[in-house]
Nanobody
């Protein structure tokens, strides 16, 4: 079992950047990790995913080229670098983990077992 804590959110102007962190209480190296976001009144949206080693990543078109997911298993932390932020990126961002040591990543929220509480990202125009 692993507990996840997100940090790094905040208020930023459009065009700016933020780096979110997802810190795990235990060894994250056996887990595939994903980032999701949810804006008020909207459904949860997949943002990025990474397999256990970091060798495989996946992004939806809405963030591809702007967001980068990475991980440092020695620090039990997964990162989400967000560049060229837009007002429509405003949401609560959460990380999620699923035990898997293969070349898999997951894009659906129901495929994840563990979730953090989320961190607010607000992008002003």
């Amino acid at each position: 079992q692993v507990q996840l804590v997100e940090s790094g959110g905040g208020l930023v102007q459009a065009g700016g950047s933020l780096r979110l962190s997802c810190a795990a209480s235990g060894r994250i190296s056996s887990y595939a990790v994903g980032w999701f976001r949810q804006a008020p009144g909207k459904e949860r949206e997949f943002v990025a995913a990474i397999n256990w080693s970091g060798g495989w990543t996946y992004y939806p078109d809405s963030v591809k080229g702007r967001f980068t997911i990475s991980r440092d298993n020695t620090k039990n932390t997964v990162f989400l670098r967000m560049n060229s932020l837009k007002p429509e990126d405003t949401a609560v961002y959460s990380c999620a983990a699923r035990l898997n040591s293969g070349s898999y990543y997951y894009v659906n929220s129901y495929e994840y077992n563990y979730w953090g509480q989320g961190t607010q990202v607000t992008v002003s125009s």
